[in-house]
């Protein structure tokens, strides 16, 4: 996975092409059929924008452009997990635009940080991830537990088999942006869904250490009651412009 510290470049208006083969702004990720997590955009919940788009006590940017520490705050430990915010959002490589944010980077990462490619705008590093063996987005917990996946994961659903659990392991986190929506169950009750940490997903097991089946589903909130105004709207819209036809004609 990605996370694209910064994407203003004063190049990027002369060399528009090979800027974005080197950074990989945006949704390139999605065209290229790379999983990314791309750091360009401050529409978030709140606990991401403000770990990686504030500055201080300053606002994100519109525009989206993550701060000089943006990098620094990935590198920070989680203390319930130990693990650091890169490591539970399963980014193994960062890409940092050349000159004092990939030096700044180069010199805060810790040593598992490789620096793997130098590129004429950006600076990739990469690392091994601690959870790279667990399926699916499951990021925690890393010990305790013995699960498989039932399917490929995709954005929208994850199915796994617990078939063996320590009563420790009885908070699962996963590398997903939490959004109201998420619903879990396991063994088919359903189990509570929170964020972690302000913005990642985390499921809440019985801490009796069963296994069974459990399930994710992303579901859109209030789905059916969107649908319904935005037909009342154009069905209103549609009634008055009739309207006002008619009276114009008289």
């Known amino acids: 996975?990605?996370?694209v510290d910064n994407i203003?470049?004063?190049k990027w208006y002369k060399n528009s092409d090979q800027y974005i083969k080197d950074i990989g702004?945006?949704?390139?990720?999605l065209a290229r059929n790379d999983p990314s997590i791309n750091g360009y955009s401050p529409m978030q919940p709140s606990g991401l924008s403000r770990r990686f788009f504030s500055r201080g006590?300053?606002?994100a940017s519109v525009h989206g452009t993550t701060s000089m520490e943006a990098g620094i705050r990935g590198l920070e430990i989680e203390?319930?997990?130990g693990l650091s915010f890169f490591d539970l959002m399963r980014v193994k490589n960062v890409i940092a635009f050349n000159g004092e944010q990939a030096?700044?980077?180069?010199?805060?990462?810790?040593?598992?940080?490789?620096?793997?490619?130098?590129r004429q705008y950006a600076t990739v590093f990469s690392h091994s991830l601690?959870?790279?063996?667990?399926?699916?987005?499951?990021?925690?917990?890393?010990?305790?537990?013995?699960?498989?996946?039932?399917?490929?994961?995709?954005?929208t659903h994850e199915a796994m088999t617990l078939s063996l659990r320590s009563k420790n392991a009885h908070k699962l986190i996963f590398a997903r942006t939490y959004w109201p929506g998420y619903e879990a169950t396991f063994n088919g009750a359903t189990v509570p869904v929170s964020a972690f940490a302000g913005f990642m997903l985390s499921v809440?097991?019985?801490?009796?250490a069963s296994a069974g089946k459990l399930e994710l589903f992303y579901r859109m909130p209030y789905l059916k009651l969107s649908i319904f105004l935005f037909m009342l709207s154009v069905l209103m819209t549609a009634s008055i412009m009739n309207i006002k036809m008619f009276w114009k004609k008289i």
């Not at 810790?110 to 130098?118: I, L, R």
């Not at 809440?204 to 009796?208: E, G, R, S, Y």
């Open 130 to 155: 601690p959870n790279e063996m667990l399926p699916g987005s499951l990021s925690w917990p890393l010990q305790g537990v013995s699960v498989a996946e039932q399917s490929v994961a995709t954005g």
């Open 57 to 59: 006590e300053h606002k």
């Open 204 to 208: 809440d097991l019985p801490a009796d």
């Open 103 to 118: 030096d700044t980077f180069d010199r805060e990462k810790t040593a598992e940080w490789q620096k793997t490619e130098n």
């Open 8 to 10: 203003f470049n004063k």
């Open 25 to 29: 702004l945006g949704n390139v990720g």
């Open 1 to 3: 996975m990605y996370l």
């Open 79 to 81: 203390p319930v997990t």
